[in-house]
């Protein structure tokens, strides 16, 4: 297909998911071209669609956030890879088309014996949970970390690097089903949420000393009763919202159990920001998962005209791992 000639897109019009015909992009200095051959779904993509995070400016409006393919083109000023190269790359946008602009910097080879598939659900989570966990958090060899949404993208992905650098990993989740998932996932510990109180299972679980690193999706009224599972020294990483924004704060066990609050977001932080973590994935995990030790967990794979139908599986919750778009 030639650079002038239209590609298959999906669109959001009126908080749906549409197929249409764009432009084929063409990549900036430091940009490349993906031919795009899967692209993951994630839960900003879902509040893109219903108007709660709209995409940073100068970002294409195409939802999609991680994207695997071959590199087509590239910009003057790219260097360290060529064109026919097999990537993964982390976009801020336009993963749901069939052609795909993505910073140079952001694009890692895929892993030895990983399909395309496979490799487009790396970018997101991977940059996310390595950000948060181990750059944020700073979890350390023998100390405990709780995930909760033990069975989403981020939940898999979490288990198993927490367990590959020698932290022991309780999950929360929401049926036996999936605890069961995450423990023969990796996970230590996995806490059916909607059978019992998870602040009183994480007493239990570890002597009433509590956890050394919280990282939550949840927000709203977990806030208060994460705080209650955190040990001396602790750290709760905030990265997503799914109860709500607001919550009520005690600082008192904030002061007297010396805890760190912080949270993030990805998207918007600038390419400098984004490939240090890229660097540090290719030497630190990379070789994990080409060796088998780690590996993305694919739940269900969807037609890129089918967009909507994903987005509805993830909607529902009821999938474990990533759903994945082909193109």
Known sequence: MSLSE???????????????????????????LIKVSAAGVNRPD?????????????????PGLEVSGIIISMGKNVSHVNIDDQV?????????????????????????????????????????????????????????LLVHGGTSGIGTTA???????????????????????????????AINYKEVDFVEEIKTLTDNKGVNVILDMIGGDYFPRNL???????????????NGTNTELNLLPVMLKRLTLTGSTLRARDDNFKTAIAKK????????????????????????????????????SQHIGKIILTV
Request: proline share 5%.
């Open 46 to 62: 879902i509040m893109q669609r219903q108007g709660l995070y709209p995409a940073p400016v100068g970002a294409s409006d195409i």
């Open 281 to 316: 994935l290719q030497k630190h995990v990379w070789p994990l998962l080409s060796s088998g030790k780690i590996k993305p967990v694919i739940n269900t794979t969807f037609a890129l005209s089918d967009a909507a139908k994903a987005h509805q599986l993830m909607e529902s």
């Open 88 to 144: 993964c790359a982390l976009v801020t946008g336009g993963g749901y088309a069939q052609y795909c602009l993505a910073s140079a910097a952001l694009c890692l080879p895929l892993p030895e014996k990983l399909t395309f598939i496979q490799a487009a659900a790396l970018p997101e989570t991977f940059f996310t949970v390595w950000s948060n966990i181990f750059d944020r958090a700073h979890l350390l060899p023998g100390e405990t």
């Open 6 to 32: 239209k590609m298959l897109a999906i669109e959001i019009e009126n908080g749906c998911l549409k197929l249409t015909k764009r432009a084929i992009p063409l990549p900036s200095a430091n940009q490349v």
């Open 159 to 189: 288990i198993q690097l927490g367990k590959a650098f020698n932290a022991k990993v309780i999950v929360t989740a929401g049926s036996s089903t999936k605890c069961q998932f995450c423990l023969e996932l990796g996970a230590d510990a």
């Open 228 to 242: 209650k599972c955190l040990a001396m020294d602790a750290r709760l990483v905030q990265i997503a919202l799914q």
